[in-house]
């Protein structure tokens, strides 16, 4: 079991920088997969990024090059830096992890966190 809590969502403007972060609780962090997830009012919710537990990532093609996500295992964190924000990347952010198994499903979702992209 692991709980995950968002923080960093706000308003910037379009071009701006926004760095999301996501605390874990637990012991087994270090085996879990984590991402971050989006969710715009009407739309589905979205992987935009992730990051295995040996440290691969992979990205939305909408984000690459522009986000970074990041973890430090010894202080169960999990990072997005977002630069160069754009109005399409507003939306509630979520912090997830996945056990250490086959597929893409998440088993546990922090609250989230907004952001606002707009000048």
């Known amino acids: 079991q692991v709980q995950l809590v968002e923080s960093g969502g706000g308003l910037v403007q379009p071009g701006g920088s926004l760095r999301l972060s996501c605390a874990a609780s637990?012991?087994?962090?270090?085996?879990?997969?984590m991402g971050w997830l989006r969710q715009a009012p009407g739309m589905q919710r979205e992987l935009v990024a992730g990051i295995s537990n040996g440290g691969s990532t992979n990205y939305a093609d909408s984000v690459k090059g522009r986000f970074t996500i990041s973890r430090d295992n010894a202080k169960k964190m999990v990072y997005l830096q977002m630069n160069s924000l754009k109005p399409e990347d507003a939306g509630v952010y979520y912090c997830?992890?996945?056990?250490?198994?086959?597929?893409?499903?998440?088993?546990?979702w922090g609250q989230g966190t907004q952001v606002t992209v707009s000048s």
């Open positions: 997830a992890a996945k056990r250490p198994r086959p597929g893409p499903v998440y088993d546990y």
């Open positions: 637990g012991s087994m962090f270090r085996v879990y997969s």
